[in-house]
């Protein structure tokens, strides 16, 4: 296919410079080039967060589909015209498997978890030397356990995860054969309805896909990127978000149809999940969960194949406790993982590290914001673990403090890079989430978030040069729908 595909671009090259050499002064080039540079995909495009506000600005019996909030685009697990984001089934699996025992032998619920009384009565400190769900011990919010109160917050792709292990992507001709390794990314949240407001639960979800077929996902964000600029063309009653590809915002075109349901924008996404992001191709769950009172905080990761949870006899997660963080202490797990973490800090204070120490520290700190240095799925010298991805912005910022430094974390990530948009920039000390919502309805975009972002422009760009196409539906519809064929393998997927 990618002989097929390069022999045809090059008659179409050809052809259009024959064409350009007739018009005599390029004028046609320049038409094409102009068209060219309209298709590329900028920062918003591709990360793409969807806004959400808590009151609503009109009424309706299901508050779910209350215009005004962006809530009635914001799509259910069980959105997918062919296959469920995540069918309850699995979803049950998950959250009695995470959130149900706090032991591998114990059987409990989502809804009545069983707990160890030995863990129980441990206190913090030794929780998180045993690498144990801290905030299952601590109490969770059973409300997690709503199927229905889940939410898709966020869309990322990444087409390399191994690009660590990668001198210089950018400086490569051709795709690396070390970057066959794809996955798009869903981040989901769950939210109530309460007094005429809504409330975020201090929980989430990254549902993980293999991604086989890069190229038609990149032409299937183009495609949303032409509608949500004709949206933003027509917007009259709603103050858009300036478009600008270097600039990360929520998605302006779903920030143009907050006060209406199932607008063009939001059809064309949720098109684009039902492609890409469907059950069958999903292969882990990362998640995070908060005491009650979010005081306790743990992370983990499950891995799924073929729709079902893979049993797991190790129930260890990464946790921190803001009790320990009151006692000025760093309060993570002292996890033993080789790589880029923050085990080190575990029972230390920021003047217990000597003035030698913090050019390594800074250099740690900045290698987990890195996308070039770190990847999550690699191991060794490459990796880093879900807490300190999630807690790196804190830790240089509470070390940052300590000192009477500047906020390192606000500043700008380089001269000519990608710029945030000020209210994500304005995260709270403690939103975690890397790229979601905090549960005051906080933005969190972390700074590794908007590299990995600033990085995913290039990459499309370098290797991505695709025009649009249609984009092709799965097989399987659940309406009825006639089957169609699938999609065969791409240079780019495995």
Same mark, same amino acid.
């Given at each position: 296919?990618?002989?097929?595909?390069?022999?045809?671009?090059?008659?179409?090259?050809?052809?259009?410079?024959?064409?350009?050499?007739?018009?005599?002064?390029?004028?046609?080039?320049?038409?094409?080039?102009?068209?060219?540079?309209?298709?590329?995909?900028?920062?918003?495009? =591709?990360?793409?967060?969807?806004?959400?506000?808590?009151? &609503?600005?009109?009424?309706?019996?299901?508050?779910?589909?209350?215009?005004?909030?962006?809530?009635?685009?914001?799509?259910?697990?069980?959105?997918?015209?062919?296959?469920?984001?995540?069918?309850?089934?699995?979803?049950?699996?998950?959250?009695?498997?995470?959130?149900?025992?706090?032991?591998?032998?114990?059987?409990?619920?989502?809804?009545?978890?069983?707990?160890?009384?030995?863990?129980?009565?441990?206190?913090?400190?030794? =929780?998180?030397?045993?690498?144990?769900?801290?905030?299952?011990?601590?109490?969770?919010?059973?409300?997690?356990?709503?199927?229905?109160?889940?939410?898709?917050? &966020?869309?990322?792709?990444?087409?390399?995860?191994?690009?660590?292990?990668?001198?210089?992507? *950018?400086?490569?001709? $051709?795709?690396?054969?070390?970057?066959?390794?794809?996955?798009? $990314?869903?981040?989901?949240?769950?939210?109530?309805?309460?007094?005429?407001?809504?409330?975020?639960?201090?929980?989430?979800?990254?549902?993980?896909?293999?991604?086989?077929?890069?190229?038609?996902?990149?032409?299937?964000?183009?495609?949303?990127?032409?509608?949500?600029?004709?949206?933003?063309?027509?917007?009259?009653?709603?103050?858009?978000?300036?478009?600008?590809?270097?600039?990360?915002?929520?998605?302006?075109?779903?920030?143009?149809?907050?006060?209406?349901?199932?607008?063009?924008?939001?059809?064309?996404?949720?098109?684009?999940?039902?492609?890409?992001?469907?059950?069958?191709?999903?292969?882990?769950?990362?998640?995070?969960?908060?005491?009650?009172?979010?005081? *306790?905080?743990?992370?983990?990761?499950?891995?799924?194949?073929?729709?079902?949870?893979?049993?797991?006899?190790?129930?260890?997660?990464?946790?921190?406790?803001?009790?320990?963080?009151?006692?000025?202490?760093?309060?993570?797990?002292?996890?033993?993982?080789?790589?880029?973490?923050?085990?080190?800090?575990?029972?230390?204070?920021?003047?217990?590290?000597?003035?030698?120490?913090?050019?390594?520290?800074?250099?740690?700190?900045?290698?987990?914001?890195?996308?070039?240095?770190?990847?999550?799925?690699?191991?060794?010298?490459?990796?880093?673990?879900?807490?300190?991805?999630?807690?790196?912005?804190?830790?240089?910022?509470?070390?940052?403090?300590?000192?009477?430094?500047?906020?390192?974390?606000?500043?700008?990530?380089?001269?000519?890079?990608?710029?945030?948009?000020?209210?994500?920039?304005?995260?709270?000390?403690?939103?975690?989430?890397?790229?979601?919502?905090?549960?005051?309805?906080?933005?969190?975009?972390?700074?590794?978030? &908007?590299?990995?972002?600033?990085?995913?422009?290039?990459?499309?760009?370098?290797?991505?040069?695709?025009?649009?196409?249609?984009?092709?539906?799965?097989?399987?519809?659940?309406?009825?729908?006639?089957?169609?064929?699938?999609?065969?393998?791409?240079?780019?997927?495995?």
């Amino acid at each position: 296919m990618f002989t097929s595909r390069r022999l045809s671009r090059s008659l179409v090259l050809f052809a259009l410079s024959a064409s350009c050499k007739h018009a005599g002064n390029g004028q046609v080039k320049a038409e094409a080039d102009a068209e060219n540079a309209a298709l590329l995909l900028g920062a918003s495009d =591709l990360s793409i967060l969807f806004p959400l506000k808590p009151i &609503a600005k009109t009424g309706a019996s299901d508050p779910f589909k209350r215009e005004g909030t962006g809530f009635q685009n914001s799509p259910t697990l069980d959105s997918g015209e062919y296959e469920p984001i995540l069918s309850q089934g699995l979803f049950q699996s998950f959250v009695d498997d995470a959130f149900g025992r706090s032991q591998p032998e114990l059987r409990g619920s989502c809804l009545e978890p069983r707990i160890a009384d030995e863990q129980f009565n441990a206190n913090d400190e030794k =929780l998180l030397l045993d690498s144990q769900h801290v905030a299952l011990v601590r109490s969770l919010d059973t409300r997690v356990c709503d199927y229905k109160s889940w939410r898709v917050v &966020a869309f990322r792709f990444d087409p390399c995860l191994e690009r660590p292990k990668i001198p210089d992507l *950018h400086t490569l001709t $051709r795709w690396p054969e070390g970057c066959r390794t794809a996955e798009a $990314r869903l981040v989901v949240q769950p939210f109530v309805f309460y007094a005429g407001s809504w409330t975020a639960i201090d929980a989430s979800m990254h549902l993980i896909y293999h991604l086989p077929h890069t190229e038609e996902l990149v032409d299937g964000l183009r495609s949303i990127q032409k509608t949500s600029r004709q949206v933003l063309a027509e917007t009259t009653d709603t103050p858009p978000i300036p478009y600008n590809p270097r600039l990360l915002t929520p998605h302006p075109g779903l920030w143009a149809e907050l006060n209406r349901e199932n607008g063009p924008v939001a059809q064309s996404i949720r098109a684009l999940l039902s492609r890409f992001t469907i059950e069958s191709r999903l292969s882990g769950i990362a998640w995070m969960s908060s005491s009650q009172g979010s005081t *306790h905080w743990s992370f983990a990761t499950r891995k799924v194949a073929a729709g079902q949870l893979i049993p797991s006899d190790n129930l260890q997660a990464e946790s921190f406790s803001s009790n320990v963080l009151g006692e000025g202490h760093f309060p993570f797990s002292p996890m033993p993982l080789s790589g880029h973490t923050l085990e080190e800090f575990f029972r230390k204070q920021p003047q217990d590290f000597a003035p030698a120490d913090l050019s390594r520290i800074h250099a740690k700190f900045e290698a987990i914001q890195d996308p070039r240095q770190v990847s999550q799925i690699l191991s060794g010298q490459h990796a880093s673990s879900c807490v300190s991805c999630h807690m790196v912005d804190q830790s240089q910022r509470r070390l940052a403090d300590s000192r009477h430094e500047a906020d390192p974390t606000r500043k700008s990530l380089g001269p000519g890079s990608l710029e945030v948009w000020p209210p994500l920039r304005e995260r709270s000390f403690t939103n975690l989430r890397n790229f979601g919502y905090g549960p005051a309805f906080s933005f969190g975009v972390s700074k590794r978030a &908007a590299r990995e972002t600033e990085d995913l422009i290039e990459t499309v760009r370098i290797f991505f040069p695709m025009r649009p196409r249609v984009l092709l539906a799965p097989m399987q519809s659940r309406t009825g729908k006639p089957p169609l064929p699938p999609l065969p393998p791409t240079r780019f997927g495995n």
